[in-house]
Structure formats: C-alpha cells, structure tokens
C-alpha cells in the first residue's frame, strides 16, 4: 500500500489534476438534500458493482474525483469488513487519512487490524495531532498501544500531552499544528515560512506571533498578501486578539469562536505561553457534542457518543432506564397526595376526571419555559443574575395564558356537561395556579442548576413535569376542598 501511495502522488502531481467537485446547475430545482442523498445512494451502489467486478482502477479514480472523504465515511458504515478495507487501500493516503477522521470507532478498530504496520504509520502521519488524540479516546487499550507505535517519537510525546488534558477541555481538542511568526520577520519572510511548511498546517490563514512562546499578536494571510513585503511583522500584527486557556470548557470555547466568526482561536497555558489552537470545524463539532447531550439529558437519556444504530439494545436500556426507575418512583409521591384525598374523591368522584388535563397542561407550561431558558443559558443569552427578570417575564406570560386557558376550559366544563359554574371556576382557578408554578419553576431550575454547577438541560422535561404534577395535584385538591368544604 505504501509504494502504490507514493506512486499515486507522483502520478497526481505530474498531472497536476485536483479533484473536481461538479457544481449543481442552476437550473436544477432539485432539493439539495435530496440531491446529496440520491448522489449517496448512486456512488454506493456504483462502488459495489465496480467491486464485484474487479475495476479497482476505475473505482480509484471514481474516488478520488467525485467523492467527499465525510461522504465515504458514511457509505463505508454499510460494508462489510472486507469490502471496508478493499475500498480504504485504493485511496491516495491525504484522503485514506481524511476518510479515517470522520469513521466510526468500530470502522476505525476494523482497519487498525487489517493494515499493516507501515500502512497504519502512512495514515498516522497524514492525520492532525486532534484527530488522533480523538481516535486514541475512543480505542482499546490493545489498539492504543498499535497506533502509538506507528508514530514518531516527537508526536507520541505531544499526543501523551493533549490526553493529559481534562476532558471536554479546551486542551483536549486543541491542534498544536499552527504557524508561528516572529516580530522582527519582514512580510516576505513569513510569506516564505508559510509556503515552507503551511502543508503540515491545518489552517494558514491566521498566523500567531509569538515571543519566547509568549502570544504577542496575530496575522492574517490576507494582510500579508496585501501589504508591502518590507514591512515587519510587528507593523502589521494585531495585538488585540482574542484567547483561550488550556483548562476552558471546550463548549465556552466553542462560543467564543461562534460568536465572533472566528477561523481558529490560540490557546495558552497556565503561564501564558501558546500552545496550540481550536478551529471552527473542531468548534463546531463540541457545539453539535454538546447540544446532543442536552437533548439527550432533557429527554431522560443518558448521552452517548455513539450513534442510534450503532447503540446496541443493552447499552440503549441502560441508558434510559435510570430516568425512568427515578421519575416512575417519584410518582409515588403524587399517588401518596391523591390518597390522601380520598374522601374528597368518594363525595366527587368527577374530581380525579380532571386531573391529567391539569398535570398534563402544568408540564407542558413548565417545559416550555425551561427548555426556553436552557437553550438562552446554552447561547449566553440569559445568565444567572437575570434571574428576578425572567421570573417576572415567565409571570405576566403565565397570566396571560392562564387566563385564556382557564376561560375556554371553564366554557367546555358547561357546554359538556361536566359540572357546573362553581365547577368551572374552581378548575380555572387550579388552571391559573398550575400554569403560573409550572412557568417559574421551568424558568427557575435551569438557572440554579448552572448556579451550583450541574448542567441546565438536568431540569428539563421529565423532572419538571414530575415537580409540577406534585404541585398541581396539591393545589388542585386544596382549592376543591377549600371551595366544597370537602
């Protein structure tokens, strides 16, 4: 594999072709998901056949000019393991090792076995520092040991450094590859320094100047190619930059690059020195990590890295049953309220009738309110000292609709027969209570829960469905026995 490698390199640059990616007509009305997808479909099936029939030549080149490495990627999950490690040795090593970034741990651990040592060694060294820190985490220990053999000295001691990091640090997902300049560098010489080893770079379009290891500014190839190759670089470098630390939150890092359109973000130690830089496609993979989790925990889920399919049944009931044992458990509670009502329910049977319009009206209330909240907390929108300011918006917004929401159910209580005016006006009254516990406490949780250090997404739907089904029931009861001398 590495003599068939070197010689399609050879072969590409003598022929100086680049992949070309035909462009969608602009004529074509045609979704582009759908377009993507069937393209998807058309390619696998395409590669199957050039496999069945032995082209490999024709299925390199099919590879190499019409094919995305992320594409393939998500193809190759459908093959199996023999066809996997076939399909993987046709391609040049740059996109054998850009395709093995984007695979699942199972694919990854498939071909880790398969290649030999110095095929192995050729992707290792075509691949960024952060990319192999992330496959490393996702291995076992056996094929961690395999990987780190395949890599030189120098890297294995800074990959050793990059798992030292906490995870979900910032200095876990840095890339030390960036291009550092000097002050005293003209235009020129940068320029120069940037051509000679920008290829081992993953971005180029920022360089950091730096002084003893020390950030002292930052450059844009942009600027460079626009200003008058004399000039030095302390001329041009901008000192006011923008920075993170190596033991930042990954998603706080993330933010920074989100927000202000950032192409990467240097990273420093705790003294100061820079030692490497987060870019926005890592960036944007924590934001997608993250809101996953968030969705996971604010449905019951414990988060997982895996995909849904490639979850298996087990680890999918461990990860949901927790939630569940604790919320079903929690009802205990609401049942032990009701009980005590049974008198109350033996004079007015009618009364528990109401009850799940009433549990199910408070969850729905406080869950928009906490998801609303999450999501503002999740984007820096809202932080803890705004806590009095959401309360009194949640407020005048649960008035509001509880007062709509009692009035149309008190008119459906009497058009249908199921109780009188007293009746309706006791249950707008609970209505209103309910909407209004329910709209604090969704508001309310969240922003405690980032006060003492949990995560937000924690107070979401299932719990604080479970917190107001036990308010409601209380003040439900209360205001009937209150109003019917019950």
């Given at each position: 594999?590495?003599?068939?490698?070197?010689?399609?390199?050879?072969?590409?640059?003598?022929?100086?072709?680049?992949?070309?990616?035909?462009?969608?007509?602009?004529?074509?009305?045609?979704?582009?998901?759908?377009?993507?997808?069937?393209?998807?479909?058309?390619?696998?099936?395409?590669?199957?056949?050039?496999?069945?029939?032995?082209?490999?030549?024709?299925?390199?080149?099919?590879?190499?000019?019409?094919?995305?490495?992320?594409?393939?990627?998500?193809?190759?999950?459908?093959?199996?393991?023999?066809?996997?490690?076939?399909?993987?040795?046709?391609?040049?090593?740059?996109?054998?090792?850009?395709?093995?970034?984007?695979?699942?741990?199972?694919?990854?651990?498939?071909?880790?076995?398969?290649?030999?040592?110095?095929?192995?060694?050729?992707?290792?060294?075509?691949?960024?520092?952060?990319?192999?820190?992330?496959?490393?985490?996702?291995?076992?220990?056996?094929?961690?040991?395999?990987?780190?053999?395949?890599?030189?000295?120098?890297?294995?001691?800074?990959?050793?450094?990059?798992?030292?990091?906490?995870?979900?640090?910032?200095?876990?997902?840095?890339?030390?590859?960036?291009?550092?300049?000097?002050?005293?560098?003209?235009?020129?010489?940068?320029?120069?320094?940037?051509?000679?080893?920008?290829?081992?770079?993953?971005?180029?379009?920022?360089?950091?100047?730096?002084?003893?290891?020390?950030?002292?500014?930052?450059?844009?190839?942009?600027?460079?190619?626009?200003?008058?190759?004399?000039?030095?670089?302390?001329?041009?470098?901008?000192?006011?930059?923008?920075?993170?630390?190596?033991?930042?939150?990954?998603?706080?890092?993330?933010?920074?690059?989100?927000?202000?359109?950032?192409?990467?973000?240097?990273?420093?130690?705790?003294?100061?020195?820079?030692?490497?830089?987060?870019?926005?496609?890592?960036?944007?993979?924590?934001?997608?990590?993250?809101?996953?989790?968030?969705?996971?925990?604010?449905?019951?889920?414990?988060?997982?890295?895996?995909?849904?399919?490639?979850?298996?049944?087990?680890?999918?009931?461990?990860?949901?049953?927790?939630?569940?044992?604790?919320?079903?458990?929690?009802?205990?509670?609401?049942?032990?309220?009701?009980?005590?009502?049974?008198?109350?329910?033996?004079?007015?049977?009618?009364?528990?009738?109401?009850?799940?319009?009433?549990?199910?009206?408070?969850?729905?209330?406080?869950?928009?309110?906490?998801?609303?909240?999450?999501?503002?907390?999740?984007?820096?929108?809202?932080?803890?000292?705004?806590?009095?300011?959401?309360?009194?918006?949640?407020?005048?917004?649960?008035?509001?609709i509880s007062v709509i929401l009692a009035v149309v159910n008190g008119v459906r209580i009497v058009l249908m027969g199921q109780g009188d005016a007293m009746m309706a006006f006791t249950i707008g009254v609970t209505m209103a209570c309910t909407v209004i516990i329910a709209k604090v406490v969704g508001c309310t949780l969240p922003l405690i829960a980032k006060k003492v250090g949990l995560d937000p997404a924690i107070m979401a739907t299932p719990l604080i469905s479970t917190l107001v089904d036990i308010s409601t029931i209380s003040v439900y009861f209360a205001i009937v026995s209150y109003v019917f001398q019950l």
């Amino acid at each position: 594999m590495s003599e068939e490698w070197k010689k399609e390199n050879r072969l590409l640059e003598e022929s100086d072709e680049k992949r070309q990616h035909k462009p969608r007509s602009q004529e074509d009305e045609t979704d582009e998901w759908d377009y993507l997808e069937e393209r998807e479909e058309l390619t696998e099936e395409r590669i199957l056949e050039m496999l069945e029939a032995r082209q490999y030549k024709e299925l390199k080149e099919e590879l190499e000019n019409n094919m995305y490495p992320v594409d393939l990627a998500d193809i190759l999950e459908e093959f199996d393991q023999k066809q996997l490690v076939l399909v993987f040795r046709l391609l040049a090593k740059e996109e054998a090792a850009e395709t093995f970034t984007y695979m699942n741990s199972d694919m990854r651990e498939v071909l880790i076995n398969a290649l030999t040592d110095s095929e192995l060694e050729e992707v290792m060294e075509e691949m960024y520092l952060d990319d192999t820190v992330d496959v490393l985490e996702e291995m076992p220990a056996n094929v961690v040991d395999r990987l780190l053999m395949a890599t030189d000295e120098e890297t294995r001691v800074q990959i050793n450094q990059l798992l030292q990091y906490p995870e979900d640090s910032a200095g876990s997902v840095m890339n030390v590859d960036y291009i550092a300049l000097r002050r005293e560098m003209t235009v020129a010489e940068a320029i120069l320094k940037i051509r000679q080893v920008g290829l081992n770079r993953e971005t180029i379009y920022t360089c950091y100047v730096t002084e003893k290891r020390k950030l002292i500014g930052q450059v844009d190839v942009k600027e460079l190619l626009t200003t008058s190759e004399s000039k030095t670089i302390e001329e041009i470098m901008d000192t006011n930059m923008l920075y993170g630390h190596t033991t930042d939150d990954q998603e706080v890092v993330a933010g920074i690059i989100r927000k202000y359109g950032l192409i990467a973000l240097p990273i420093v130690d705790h003294e100061n020195c820079m030692v490497g830089i987060v870019t926005v496609d890592d960036a944007m993979l924590v934001l997608q990590e993250e809101a996953t989790e968030d969705i996971s925990i604010m449905a019951g889920v414990s988060p997982s890295e895996e995909s849904y399919f490639g979850t298996t049944v087990v680890e999918h009931v461990k990860s949901r049953l927790p939630w569940l044992l604790f919320l079903m458990l929690s009802a205990t509670i609401t049942q032990m309220i009701m009980n005590s009502y049974e008198s109350a329910l033996a004079v007015m049977p009618q009364l528990a009738g109401f009850v799940p319009m009433l549990t199910g009206t408070g969850g729905n209330c406080g869950s928009q309110s906490s998801t609303l909240v999450i999501r503002g907390l999740a984007v820096g929108e809202i932080e803890f000292s705004d806590l009095l300011k959401v309360i009194w918006k949640e407020v005048r917004i649960a008035v509001s609709i509880s007062v709509i929401l009692a009035v149309v159910n008190g008119v459906r209580i009497v058009l249908m027969g199921q109780g009188d005016a007293m009746m309706a006006f006791t249950i707008g009254v609970t209505m209103a209570c309910t909407v209004i516990i329910a709209k604090v406490v969704g508001c309310t949780l969240p922003l405690i829960a980032k006060k003492v250090g949990l995560d937000p997404a924690i107070m979401a739907t299932p719990l604080i469905s479970t917190l107001v089904d036990i308010s409601t029931i209380s003040v439900y009861f209360a205001i009937v026995s209150y109003v019917f001398q019950l």
